[in-house]
């Protein structure tokens, strides 16, 4: 079992920074795959980014390539994702997941973890 705790979120002006940690309680997060997902208000849950186990290979959502950074720290059990040049769009709760696999997983259908989300509000 994985249980997992996001922590980061908060109210940011356009075109500022935020970074998302996300913390595991397990006794290692080798061979998991960790992902980023977000819902908006009236929106379908939407993947942002994920990362190997190893965290040498990234994935991201057209919509954050170039702005967002997924990383992680298995020393430290935890995962983060930085933010930057965040726009309106963006808001969003925002959820960490994990799941035991050698792949990249993309869809959270795929992840079986997850943490409780943490709110990102995004002001003009």
């Known amino acids: 079992q994985v249980q997992l705790v996001e922590s980061g979120g908060g109210l940011v002006q356009a075109g500022g920074s935020l970074r998302l940690s996300c913390a595991a309680s397990?006794?290692?997060?080798?061979?998991?795959?960790m992902a980023w997902s977000r819902q908006a208000p009236g929106k379908e849950r939407e993947f942002v980014a994920a990362?190997?186990?190893?965290?040498?290979?990234?994935v991201y959502a057209d919509s954050v390539k170039g702005r967002f950074t997924i990383s992680r720290d298995n020393a430290k059990n935890t995962m983060y994702l930085q933010m930057n040049s965040l726009k309106l769009e963006d808001t969003a709760v925002y959820y960490c997941?994990?799941?035991?696999?050698?792949?990249?997983?993309?869809?959270?259908?795929?992840?079986?973890?997850w943490g409780q989300g943490t709110q990102v509000t995004v002001s003009s």
């Open positions: 997941a994990a799941e035991l696999s050698l792949r990249v997983p993309m869809s959270g259908d795929e992840y079986t973890y």
């Open positions: 990362i190997s186990w190893s965290g040498g290979s990234t």
């Open positions: 397990t006794r290692t997060l080798l061979t998991y795959a």
